[in-house]
């Protein structure tokens, strides 16, 4: 398989117990998407993205953040104020999809 549109970095941050890990992608696809629903109120939009990163190891998880380009280190003590609101750009995994090829797996699918 060929992934020639992974061109972008991203930052995904993982909490575990009391440590955050960062770990740096370069060879990501991130695309943001608009939608637009209807319910009985009237319309709304809803803003998500879906994320590709080839690998064939887990590396994102439900509730990692993802940050556009390479972000700066976070430590336990500061990943409560490390949120959407604070921080610009800031995205959070709402489901992960590990994707294979026969019984190898070629990549994951994150979005939000």
């Known amino acids: 398989m060929t992934y020639r549109l992974c061109r972008q970095t991203v930052t995904v941050y993982h909490r575990e117990g009391g440590a955050v890990r960062r770990a740096v992608f370069r060879r990501a ?11 009985k109120i009237g319309r709304r939009e809803a803003n998500s993205f879906l994320l590709v990163l080839p690998t064939d190891t887990p590396a994102v998880f439900v509730g990692d953040k993802v940050l556009p380009g390479e972000g700066p280190e976070v430590t336990a003590a500061e990943w409560g104020a490390f949120i959407p609101a604070m921080v610009p750009g800031l995205l959070v995994a709402q489901y992960v999809d590990d994707k294979y090829y026969g019984a190898r797996m070629v990549h994951q699918e994150a979005g939000g």
């Open 29 to 39: 696809f991130l695309e943001y998407k608009k939608t637009q629903n209807m319910d």
